[in-house]
T-cell receptor, first 116, second 109 residues
């Protein structure tokens, strides 16, 4: 596997279900991200992890719970979601420098989530 | 709060025509600006990254310019092809990436 992979690619869940999205990066990067992309809207940054530590939570509801067990893996745990949470969830990784700058982010193919 | 705007929202051109996509941002204190391509239902692919100290970047038929002082960037795609049909996203990086809503391009054969 190369680059950034995400599983599953498609997910349908009811509002009472619990599910998890998985992201894995094979690039040796030190930062990982979750984004939400809703129809006709800009990508919204949800969470940022640097060296496994969460450094950004962009006012995301608690029904989304991220987990970063190591610098290569990132999970997004989902529970009691709402229909408006249906979207494409994208994972990305990058190498960040000590001064805060970074090179480009590499994106996975996304998980298309439908909440019924 | 950084806001990124892309105009037009959609563009349809005949094959061979040059494409001009515009991006504007409100806060000029950025580290870099990137252009991404997204195919329907897929992730993003980075096309060009311009550091804040640079004025332009080129890759093949693609050329992107950056005018940080006026908060603008333009992506030029020369001699468009049907395979260029996709959504093009502009993103600026200060301490995080902020994206525009994208320009959806259709190149007609």
């Amino acid at each position: 596997e190369t680059g950034v992979t995400q599983t599953p690619r498609h997910l349908v869940m009811g509002m009472t279900n619990k599910k998890s999205l998985k992201c894995e990066q094979h690039l040796g990067h030190n930062a990982m991200y979750w984004y939400k992309q809703s129809a006709k809207k800009p990508l919204e940054l949800m969470f940022v992890y640097n060296f496994k530590e969460q450094t950004e939570n962009n006012s995301v509801p608690s029904r989304f719970s991220p987990e970063c067990p190591n610098s290569s893996h990132l999970f997004l745990h989902l529970h009691t979601l709402q229909p408006e949470d249906s979207a494409l969830y994208l994972c990305a990784s990058s190498q960040t420098g000590t001064s805060g700058d970074e090179e480009t982010q590499y994106f996975g193919p996304g998980t298309r989530l439908l909440v019924l | 709060k950084q806001e990124v705007t892309q105009i037009p929202a959609a563009l349809s051109v005949p094959e061979g025509e040059n494409l001009v996509l515009n991006c504007s941002f409100t806060d000029s204190a950025i580290y870099n600006l990137q252009w991404f391509r997204q195919d329907p239902g897929k992730g993003l692919t980075s096309l060009l990254l311009i550091q804040s100290s640079q004025r332009e970047q080129t890759s093949g038929r693609l050329n992107a310019s950056l005018d940080k002082s006026s908060g603008r960037s333009t992506l030029y795609i020369a001699a468009s092809q049907p395979g260029d049909s996709a959504t093009y996203l502009c993103a600026v990086y200060d301490y995080k990436l902020s994206f525009g809503a994208g320009t959806t391009v259709t190149v007609r054969a």
